[in-house]
């Protein structure tokens, strides 16, 4: 029987140098070969999850201290990095993603899981995606502009052979149309290579490509759904379009709302 190629959180809580409750009861399940939004304003524990997920927890003195991380039925709770990615995840971190001194072909050699014979398809298969990154190739990665950055941290991640992405802030500090090509980008990988991806984000651009979604506050998901159903979802456009009652963006009113804690509510 073919395993169950989904990733599934279970009332997932996750504590910093044991008294930090960053996440609390997170559940919430990643469908094989989906793209699936994680949304929640600084400091909800996105990060936190997807650190989780792919093992980095113990640098920062974290723990998963209770519920279960499953993927492809096997449980992933407080396993190694490396680990995590022979599973079959990588992790597209929010900082320090690429090898800024490195050259862009420099970076994908360093980050190529397996054997040097694989390199020209892999490789091949990268540039197809991101014609920009064949153009760059041999430019300082340090060099390249925010979108390109984002490419080549895909790109890295690419080469350890993910059937699920964990990306956390791919439009963080983009422009609106380079955010626009990520996404599209991230879609036609998940269209045409089959990869599940779990996106976090503080916008709902993903939700434009994602079909399901889910919304973090203060270490605990407090919505899911269709991406249908977050975008007509008045709180969604509120916190995260900028669409007031009236129809109007006002962010002094979206702040108000932020305040007002509603999805506890
Ligand atoms: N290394 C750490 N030690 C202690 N607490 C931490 C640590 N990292 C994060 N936290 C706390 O955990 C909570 C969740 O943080 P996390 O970084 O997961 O949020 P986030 O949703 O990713 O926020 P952002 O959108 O700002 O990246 C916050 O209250 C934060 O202060
Ligand atoms: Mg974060």
């Known amino acids: 029987m073919e395993k169950n190629q989904s990733l599934e959180l279970n009332k997932l809580e996750v504590v910093y140098q044991g008294s930090i409750i960053a996440v609390q009861g997170a559940t919430l399940s990643v469908p ?29 003195n974290a723990r998963v201290t209770d519920g279960t991380i499953v993927f492809c039925g096997e449980t992933l709770n407080n396993k190694m990095p490396h680990e995590v990615v022979e599973c079959g ?12 001194t490195l050259t862009v072909t420099e970076n994908l050699q360093g980050c190529l899981k397996g054997a040097a014979s694989n390199w020209s398809k892999q490789v091949e298969t990268i540039f197809h995606f991101f014609p920009i990154l064949y153009e760059r190739r041999n430019q300082v990665a340090g060099y390249l502009s925010g979108g390109e950055r984002q490419m080549l941290a895909i790109s890295n991640a690419l080469l350890c052979s993910p059937t699920l992405l964990l990306v956390d802030e791919l439009s963080l500090g983009l422009a609106p149309m380079t955010v626009e090509h990520l996404m599209e980008r991230i879609q036609a990988l998940n269209k045409e290579l089959g990869l599940s991806i779990l ?17 973090m506050e203060n270490g605990h998901v407090v919505f899911g759904g269709t991406a249908e159903q ?3 979802h008045q709180n969604v456009q509120e916190f995260y379009l900028g669409i007031s009652e009236k129809g109007t963006k006002s962010y002094r009113e979206v702040k108000q709302y932020r305040r007002t804690r509603r999805w506890m509510g």
């Open 32 to 60: 094989a070969k989906s793209i699936v939004a994680l949304l929640g304003v600084n400091g909800a524990g996105k990060t936190t999850t997807l650190r989780a997920i792919s093992g980095f927890l113990g640098i920062d």
């Open 89 to 100: 995840i990588v992790l597209v971190p929010e900082r320090e993603k690429i090898f800024a």
């Open 199 to 215: 996106m976090v984000e503080q916008t709902a651009a993903a939700l434009n490509i994602a079909e399901y979604g889910y919304v």
């Open 230 to 232: 977050l975008l007509k």
